[in-house]
């Protein structure tokens, strides 16, 4: 019965399964992505272990469902979702924070977050400014705001919080620098600035100063030096075509300077479009 009703609940707090690309919940296997930075989400929504002696930190969860898979996936790397401490997200949408529920409950960890993405977080997308609650999930209380430019410190890991607004008014973009074979990777985990559809930049704007955030997400992300970058969406950053499973690890598979910046600028002329377009 509690199995029941468990299943009723998750069916009623997230999305029709049609509006679902299938991509987002077919597995994919676990990967080192480079050094410390693991990719362990399905075949298109990405989420990253980020490992350390003192335990790890988990960047999204995918969908609702996605707990199993993430959790299979740490466990073939020989790592244990009971060791994460803390969890991140990259944006507050439902393909990328629905589980967080639930791998917060099973494993203790803290969940932290930046101040425009919190509210979002702890009412499971209600208050999401574009989907006005036509897409939720189960909600999850924030336990630290993280402000722009810090610096996130679990044991041995650093990576700093870099604010890239207007995707969701909180998303994150985290970046950190990576030694492997006596050489300093830069390393982006980066949420693009992308439009869903029916985004409103300037009449009528989708939340008050939205415009002025992807502007200034644009700007941050094409100052950013980067060697090594990875997304939110595995179809961001070339994921299959980068990286094959079995494929073995070497610390250049994901090193993609001018792959990043194209697709900074293939948004930015998207945004540059849209406010064209609601100017008319
Ligand atoms: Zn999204």
Request: proline content about 18%; cysteine-free.
């Given at each position: 019965m509690i199995r029941l009703i468990a299943a009723l609940s998750l069916l009623l707090m997230?999305?029709?399964?049609?509006?679902?690309?299938a991509d987002w919940s077919r597995p994919f296997p676990a990967h080192r992505v480079i050094g410390n930075l693991y990719a362990v989400g399905t075949y298109d929504l990405a989420c990253f272990l980020i490992t350390s002696d003192d335990g790890h930190i988990l960047i999204n969860t995918g969908l609702a469902g996605s707990a199993p898979l993430i959790r299979e996936n740490v466990e073939s790397l020989g790592?244990?979702?009971?060791?994460?401490?803390v969890l991140l997200t990259m944006q507050a949408h439902y393909d990328h924070a629905a589980a967080l529920a639930e791998i917060k409950k099973v494993t203790g960890a803290k969940l932290w977050a930046t101040a425009a993405d919190a509210p979002l977080l702890e009412d499971g997308g209600a208050s999401?400014?574009?989907?006005q609650g036509e897409y939720t999930f189960a909600p999850v209380p924030v336990d630290r705001v993280l402000r722009d430019g810090e610096v996130i410190e679990l044991g041995r890991i650093r990576l700093t919080l870099v604010e890239s607004p207007g995707?969701?008014?909180g998303s994150a973009t985290y970046t950190m620098t990576v030694s492997e074979n006596g050489r300093d990777y830069r390393v982006a985990i980066a949420n693009m600035g992308s439009m869903n559809p029916g985004l409103r930049l300037?009449?009528?704007?989708?939340?008050?100063?939205i415009a002025g955030d992807f502007a200034r997400t644009f700007r941050r992300q094409q100052a950013m030096e980067v060697d090594v970058w990875v997304a939110a969406h595995a179809s961001q950053y070339g994921l299959h075509d980068k990286y094959r499973p079995g494929d073995p690890y070497r610390p250049?598979?994901?090193?993609d300077p001018g792959g990043f910046r194209k697709l900074v600028a293939h948004y930015e002329k998207l945004y540059q479009e849209q406010l064209a377009a609601e100017g008319r």
């Open positions: 997230s999305v029709p399964a049609a509006a679902q690309p790592f244990r979702l009971e060791d994460v401490r999401d400014p574009h989907f995707h969701t008014p300037s009449k009528d704007p989708t939340y008050p100063g250049e598979t994901f090193v």
